[in-house]
């Protein structure tokens, strides 16, 4: 579908609905793996997809074009989960960290993880990353996505991306050796 279309359409009031079901269609997926892979639970992952959306929805017409309108939807996925994620730590009265080492240790008993002892263990290592390793980390190992895209949805240079990966992919190797052992 072209984007320019579905936008315009989006920012029409008369084919918004229409339009936003197409969006939804599109992008569900995607977005869904995506915020997945940040708050780890499929029931979060579900309340966070849905607030984008809502989002979406609300703020449609602010969107001008200046970048992609899947770059735009990443960008309220990514802070939107963040948000659940810092929300969900402060609840539970534990830093990031331990929240996100409590939820990956959940991963086995959780029905929808198809994952393997080793996929545990490489979410386990994420989970120990600082917050933007960890989004850096995931959007260019899973998504498969270039800096230049990470770039422009976490806002930030493409030379820091690059030292971020770097890092994080340093410390899940060292978290790996240390554990296997």
Partial sequence: MDEIALVKDLQTPSLKEIAFRKLIRTYKERLYWHIRKIVITHEDTDDVLQNTFIKVFKN????????????WLYRIATNEAISFIHKKAKEKNVDLNEYH????????H???????EIALLLQKAIATL????????????????????????????????K?????????????????AH
């Fill in 60 to 71: 449609i017409d602010r969107f001008n074009a200046q970048s992609k309108l899947y770059t």
């Fill in 163 to 179: 030292a971020s990966y770097f890092h994080a992919v340093k410390k899940i190797e060292n978290y790996i050796k240390a554990t």
């Fill in 130 to 161: 600082p917050e933007k390793q960890k989004l850096v980390f995931t959007m260019k190992y899973f998504d498969e996505m270039k800096y230049e895209e990470i770039s422009n949805i976490l806002e930030t240079s493409v030379g820091a991306l």
């Fill in 110 to 116: 959780d029905v929808l993880f198809d994952g393997d």
């Fill in 101 to 108: 080492t409590s939820v990956a240790s959940t991963l086995l």
